[in-house]
């Protein structure tokens, strides 16, 4: 499975800022994220029909997890950012079978991150 995240940058604390994952395959697909200094946390998942997502507390109500299976990309929309959202973000895919009721997510392949800044 080739994950290859995008996106990434600079940006004013409040702003918004989208990142993208294209991921070849039917998986189950997630975001996590590791600040510096601290141990990589999850961040939201999505079904492979996109009928199905979780979140991380830290995130609901700002971030947005989307996908577009023609285009085999998945989205990561981030807006209201704060400083302690400045990490590095991975994609990951799961291959096997998902419970979203469980409230989690674990990945079975992982791509390389993208650096998002929050300015404050």
């Known amino acids: 499975v080739q994950l290859q995240a995008y996106g990434g940058g600079l940006v004013q604390a409040g702003g918004s800022l989208r990142l993208s994952c294209a991921a070849s395959?039917?998986?189950?697909m997630g975001w996590f994220r590791q600040a510096p200094g601290k141990e990589r946390e999850f961040v939201a998942a999505?079904?492979?029909?996109?009928?199905?997502?979780i979140y991380a507390d830290s995130v609901k109500g700002r971030f947005t997890i989307s996908r577009d299976n023609t285009k085999n990309t998945v989205y990561l929309q981030m807006k209201s950012l704060k400083s302690e959202d400045t990490a590095v973000y991975y994609c990951?895919?799961?291959?096997?079978?998902?419970?979203?009721?469980?409230?989690?997510?674990?990945?079975?392949?992982w791509g390389q991150g993208t650096l998002v800044t929050v300015s404050s």
């Open positions: 999505i079904s492979w029909g996109g009928g199905s997502t």
């Open positions: 990951a895919a799961r291959s096997g079978f998902w419970i979203p009721s469980t409230g989690s997510f674990e990945a079975d392949y």
């Open positions: 395959g039917r998986y189950t």
